[in-house]
């Protein structure tokens, strides 16, 4: 009967079909609203600019596929396309197979100073992508101390081509194949140890296939780069034309935005088939450690160890090598005749196509990229992890959020010329300015801020909006005393990496940049076309620097204000 009693009661009381909210949540929503129209303002409307431009002519008609006709059967433009292919094809055969020996010493074998080797192997990250080609050029070029390693082949082509993208593209797949490599079931290993399988044997069977997904990630990273870079063969390039330096030549040189457009589209294909593709690999991986897993250590063995060490120490000796020369090319008087150490090339001001306003201008974007860009982000993806509802708006949001990966810096400026430099644009107002500059980087490296946000976020119970809300507390001070402390250390990071992309991005601001607001990267870049190299490696090593710097200040930030906000995560 007292069942019966409590049954009918709980069944009178009816749950309403639509939840009343609150008036922060409808608060936060509009805050959500403003982020997604943000992301289709500054991604989505350029993008459909550009695509606009490729099917029209000079005149703004809409001319179909005339554009990409005329591409294709010119053949001085369409040879860019087996060009482009062929580097890329052979930097990502060669960075990949680097990337992953480098992460298997690292991870699967006794040698020492691991830490050492890491740091160095990742030092390309924080130098701009002209950095390598300009010490290539100091090093194999036709007054190069080392010319004569090239059998009397030039450093301006695809050999330079390919040694730069390979020295700056090396630490993104590296990064990626430490990951995959980081875990492993020693359960395994046991068990081929057991059945007899030789080294190598289990080497094909247990390690490969543990790490295949990552390998083809690497794959697909590299060569969307590769294609898509425009320092490196806009340096030591010489005759031997791309598709990223036709689309600079097109727009700059030429004025003919059109077919600088068509050509971005075709730029564009291989990014976004990269992009479905490492999509569609994701959903596909399954974990590798499971709950019964062992956590695998390897053991030494003579052989194998001494080998790693040697490849580790010949890897590293190739990057300091080149880091080295630009730092002593930027330092020597006049090479190859003075070969006595100064300061003259730091004097910016004197030199043409660049000044020390272009490098004030790149620190003091790169701070509100870096501010603004962080504050933005994480609080979006706040909203798009936390904030209950709005299941439709959440759907969009994350496929603006996702779209700017698929995008090449170059292709995503050109855009922005085309978008806002409208006339009829109501933002046109911005173009020009510092403003632009900042918009344009932060949506250039938005998806991967996105994806650290977002994986931040997902660690945190949902509880904990739920019992603010049974509370009457606003959700907006869960954020800030509950989310913001505990995802401190992804905060850090995306601003880290917001700062140090922003320093030395090229192909994403090369377009948009004035008169009163050129960057250090494309300082490099006009020095170089002036003839000024040795300014220009000075430049590019100065912005390396600042990146260290900036570094340093990430880790000291970490442990300050981590021992107070993350001092709950110890026992």
Known sequence: MEATLTTTDTSSQKQPLIRRRSWD?????CMMIVGTLALVVT????????????????????????????????????????????????????????????????????????????????????????????????????????KELLFGESIYGPIGIIIGSCFWTFPHALMIMLTALSKSDARLYESAEVLGASPWRTFVTVTLPAAKYGIISVAFVVFTLVITDFGVPKVIGGQYNVLATDIYKQVIGQQNFEMGATVSVILLLPAVLTFLTDRWLQRRQSAQLTSKAVPFAPKPRPLADK???????????????????????????????????SLK???????????????????????????????????????????????????????????????PGLVLGLAYIFFFNAPNNP???????????????????????????????????????????????????????????????????????????????????????????????????????????APAAAMAVLIMVTCMGARVVHWFLGDVLLKHTQSWHKR
């Not at 949540?25 to 929503?29: D, T």
């Not at 954020?479 to 992309?501: E, H, K, M, Q």
């Open 25 to 29: 949540e409808w608060a936060l929503g």
């Open 43 to 146: 991604i989505v409307l350029p993008i459909y600019s550009l695509l606009s431009k490729s099917v029209q002519n000079r005149e703004g008609n809409f001319v179909g596929l005339e554009n990409f006709t005329l591409f294709l059967t010119t053949p001085s433009l369409s040879s860019s396309i087996g060009h482009s292919v062929f580097l890329a094809f052979v930097c990502t055969l060669i960075v990949t197979s680097l990337a992953f020996f480098s992460a298997y010493a690292i991870n699967r074998t006794c040698i020492p100073l691991k830490g050492m080797f890491r740091l160095i192997l990742v030092l390309p990250i924080l130098s701009p992508s002209l950095l390598p080609a300009i010490s290539l050029v100091y090093l194999f070029g036709n007054q190069g101390i080392l």
């Open 307 to 341: 080998l790693s060490l040697l490849f580790m120490l010949v890897l590293s000796g190739v990057i300091i090598g080149i880091i080295l020369m630009a730092v002593y090319a930027s330092l020597v008087t006049f090479w190859p005749y003075n070969l006595s150490l």
């Open 345 to 407: 090339n730091y004097q910016f001001d004197l030199m043409d196509g660049g000044g020390w306003a272009s490098y004030w201008n790149s620190l003091q974007m790169a701070a509100y990229t870096a501010v603004i860009g962080t504050l933005f982000i994480f609080f979006q993806s706040y909203l798009a992890e936390k904030l209950s509802g709005y299941g439709v708006l959440k759907g969009f949001f994350q496929l603006f959020a996702i779209l700017p990966l698929a995008v």
């Open 427 to 533: 933002l046109n107002s911005i173009y020009g300015t510092m403003t632009i500059l900042v918009v344009c980087t932060i949506s250039h490296f938005y998806t991967v801020c996105h994806m650290t946000a977002s994986t931040a976020l997902k660690q945190i119970d949902p509880e904990f909006e739920s019992v603010s809300a049974s509370l009457k507390v606003p959700q907006i001070i869960t954020f800030w005393r509950v989310s913001l402390p505990v995802c401190l250390p992804a905060v850090l990071d995306i601003a880290s990496y917001l700062f140090v992309n922003a320093m030395t991005t090229v192909s994403a601001v090369v377009f948009l940049y004035s008169y009163n607001t050129t960057l250090a990267s494309v300082a490099v870049l006009n020095m170089d076309d002036a003839g000024d190299i």
